[in-house]
């Protein structure tokens, strides 16, 4: 079994930045990515980014690329989100979590913090 928490969500002005933190715990040497995925009301929860568990490649969605940033610290069993230059669209629901096998769905995941970016 794997544990994961969010923290870091809040309000923020758009141009904004926000960092999202996920603290990993249980069997974590057992994780091969961690990811963060998003769900805005009324919309399907979608991908955000993701990082490989010891490799650190990294995967972002197009609409985040060269806004956000995914870092893992895996003496700490973290992985972080920074997010620039927040715009509304960005408003979700962050959800974290991990991934046990290269192909397949993710199989644990937090109970998610809340991002609102503002104009």
């Known amino acids: 079994q794997v544990q994961v928490v969010e923290s870091g969500g809040g309000l923020v002005q758009a141009g904004g930045s926000l960092r999202l933190s996920c603290a990993a715990s249980?069997?974590?040497?057992?994780?091969?990515?961690m990811g963060w995925f998003r769900q805005a009301p009324g919309k399907e929860r979608e991908f955000v980014a993701a990082i490989t568990w010891s490799g650190g490649r990294t995967y972002y969605a197009d609409s985040v690329k060269g806004r956000f940033t995914i870092s893992r610290d895996n003496a700490k069993n973290t992985v972080d989100l920074q997010m620039n230059s927040l715009k509304r669209e960005d408003t979700a629901v962050y959800y974290c979590?991990?991934?046990?096998?290269?192909?397949?769905?993710?199989?644990?995941w937090g109970q998610g913090t809340q991002v609102t970016v503002s104009s």
């Open positions: 249980g069997r974590t040497f057992s994780i091969y990515r």
């Open positions: 979590a991990a991934q046990l096998n290269d192909r397949g769905s993710y199989d644990y």
